[in-house]
């Protein structure tokens, strides 16, 4: 395939998120509402039994099993398929998943994680196209704020803890503005992980006054390590009987991972674009390694990371469905 | 009851936290150590039945059966029960109290609670008498951090929105310093309100680096309302579509109520001790208007606190033992 | 002029930009440190005289009177000079000078300005081409941390302050790395405005482990405005008596003029690549407008604030060569 | 002298203080007012011709030659005289002095001060005794702000940096607040140390918004600390290249100095309280020391800090009413 087919296709792939990010947003976000619908994933598998490679939002489709007949046709095909897990492209979460490998942690008892804004606290989706997809089940799915925004911190938890395993779970959800039910604008999930460790997602559009609310906090035996996406050039660590240190971008005592995707000196904060940049860099940089038959040079949000959000969903929608029980994850 | 008697009940009911107060915190808490004993209910009792009030450290005692015994006692004799819920005594708390009641927030739906430190990350207690008697069952009843800072969140949800009652709850508790078993170093609870609210405590003492990570958040349809005792001065009032605030203790903007315990000017930080002295002050009005037979004059953590707060240990324990299961709360 | 022009011209203008903005920042800087001599205002000067629009790095020159020579060109030939202040673009700028506009804040009294970081508080330069001609009196001019630092913050306050004049100053200047001198490492400098109020910039590169440090707080009779380049989505509304308030950008409550720029909703940081972004923008409004003849739609850091950038480092100088003493500003 | 006879003095010699600390502010304040009339020196001049020690706000008196006469007076009786510099009792204090001396900042080269409070913004001294005296040079002297809040920092910074002496200084003022003239409301001073260390005053009492905005930056050669009034019990160390590291009070990883002074665990936040209490726990042991002809066991505000507060304001008014030029500080 060649690179301008690849820039190409990218375009068109991307061309609901780039709408989005300049200006004239509201006519962007319409054009964001269609592609939400379950054509999303159909387009998906027209695009990878065409050869191309993919780059999708999340959730990829509504269930698991839609998820793995992706990720076999993707495999089957050759092609990537790329997840816009967008907070992920932030240098200091590749700090935090090198210190975590190297045991500066020591072993991980609690993870944290938090995505909880205000702005839906009123039912603004009368008035708001781009919030009117979230809450109506035909194009969101079996969930709104769960897939929404839980599925973030979730994945960074994934970059973080690639070793961590969700053995089981429990959900509850609510809507406490009424006309969203079934769909939740609030859900709390814990989770036990096979090595004893134990975690919670806290996803939530009614946080009256947050901005976002966006957070995680990895727990160790020795230390722990805190992100917030509103300051995301800052990272705590935390030792227990220390005191607390905060991590900056750019700095030269960060891991070379987290320095690489730099563009600017440390102190000048970069935001949300550039991390998405990232994303997009490691996107094409495994398309092309793709082409070539070969393994991605760089870690990226793939196949793998949409599989696991579709059933993380699918296991929280399933637990608060049943009453909020206790349900085995796999 | 003479107001000297008084005075020397309240010296010698408090001396073991006095003792604590004081230089020579060590042997201090050795002393408190033997207070948490059973014998502390049984002294409770015994000085009820002697007709003096009583201020009490919580948990009152290990069961919600001897905590309404104590009511009941409590009631019979008119004394009084003070118990030491000291962060309770913050002006800010009364603060965020009458911002509810006066429907600041809108209908409540959300209530955030933890206390978690991580001062016990590590097996301190082998050297440390005043970890020693917190993880033993023995001492310390049913549960460690549950009764130990959950607790104290708790209260102060129940003094900020008096009309919450609990309906159900889960609670998940790990021992992640093994010797503790089977008293829990961390614990989630989730709760469910009988109006549709829903609320959650974090529990731990193994929270890696955080000094005391004491926060309640209360969330309504309108706006919320955050508290973090480590800043026990300031406020965070945040309307959904508004810049968030800093209410400052000491500022003519707040409630009366709020300004009542005021001993300095705005911006000098008052502690924890001032906090404490608010609630002694309270406890002593308290006594005195007992003594002559009349309702205490302003609020205090009284013996249904301290009833709430052993049953609420009760049932997390409960549900927790029963493998994290629902529990209705009664 | 075509369009196409436009577009190249700016290309050739901010290479030495763009190229830092790359990756491989090592060499961007050394083909900065070329575009920092005199040479740049030949450069620019021939543009002019060749009917080009230039965009320019700060400061454009060594002198007021060259500064003044550019202007008159600039004017004769009907080109526009803009000049790189980049944190200007952020949108809370804006919000700032809107409310400061609109009397929010009452009559002006201080101004506290500051940019002061702490990376050169060793001599870096030895290794560092991109410090060694800052502090080369034949690359940098007169001055170091005045130009390179405190020029910034004073363009903010331009921004927000247009009525606000110097009338006269006081600097004093310190080379802690001592083979930095006669260039300094540090100055206060302080100002009196024609209205009576005063102000105050701290230059630094010697504020060792402070990251960038450049703030401004502007405080009126009635309220102060505070805003930081390393929190930039943030502005903190202080009205005397009244809560703190963090105004967010992106929110719906902020004046239009500082949500025209936006790409995102609230909540998500944007970093100095936007602000950047912005600038670059107005730029090219205003290079279009010129070409028409017309004035620029958007206000932007033009010749004029180019020239009193140069202005104000010169006087700083002067003052501080002087023996640290107050010299009346013209 | 007997113990008794000591506890009475310091009853009788801080009953101004006291009165302010407890309920009913209004009246310890008019009360205080009596005693800052320039019948506070003559006062303290007469308890140490009696043989008595001394505990005295500050400043001590108007001038500096007052103030030695009151130092030699002090030392020919044996006496002590404590200055109720109150911040410096914060046990975090300590801990800066003790690292500054241990060298871990590497040579000083600038102290950033400053207390610029904003509840003065109007003219509120009509209705308000506290504030009428202080804006009154027949009770407060030749200064209003560079006395009242400047001198705060400025001792801590004694405290820290003992071997800092300033060379010479320049001062500006201002009284925004017309009626205030010939008393400043605003203050800026700069300094120069012997050592070609340079330092900062910023006094402030219309600091719109800001609540204290007490602060000490204290920066060298290879790190800088601060600390700030309004949250205590924490204090920043930053090492230049290194991840910032926020310190926290009762640790055990503070200098023992910094440790003796605590009455409750880390965690807990100590206020102003606990910190004039602990100034009044070392006027207490020098007061003993003295009465049996030994050195004070710990150090505290004594006459040298008074003499030294009175002799700043002094140069620093001789300064501005001179048109804010240097003056040699002797």
Redesign the interface.
Known sequence: MARRQLVQMLDQALDGWLA????G?QSGRERAVERRAPALQQKAKAALQAGLHVVCEKPLCFTTQQAEELRALAACQGRIVGVTYGYAGHQLIEQAREMIAAGE??EI??V?MQFA???H??AVEAANPATQWRVDPKMAGPSYVLGDVGTHPLYLSEVMLPQLRIKRL?C?R?S?VKSRAPLED?A?T?M?YDN?A?G?V?S?A???????GQKIRV??????LEWW?????QLS????????????RG???LHPAALAD?????????????AWSNLYYRFALAMDAADRGQPAPLRYPDIDAGVEGVRWVEHCVRSADA????VDYR
């Open positions: 989005l990010a300049c200006r947003r942690l020591g008892r609690i944290q804004h205000g702005f606290s009123a429990l509850t609510q406490f609030n709390f814990l036990e004893g134990v919670q806290w939530c009614v946080n009256a006054g947050s901005m976002h727990i160790g035996a020795k230390a722990s996406d509103e300051r995301p050039n660590f935390e030792v227990q009987g220390q005191p607390a240190r905060i991590l900056e700095m030269g005592y730099d563009r600017i000196g440390a102190g000048h904060p970069e935001g949300l674009f550039e009453g909020a029980v206790w």
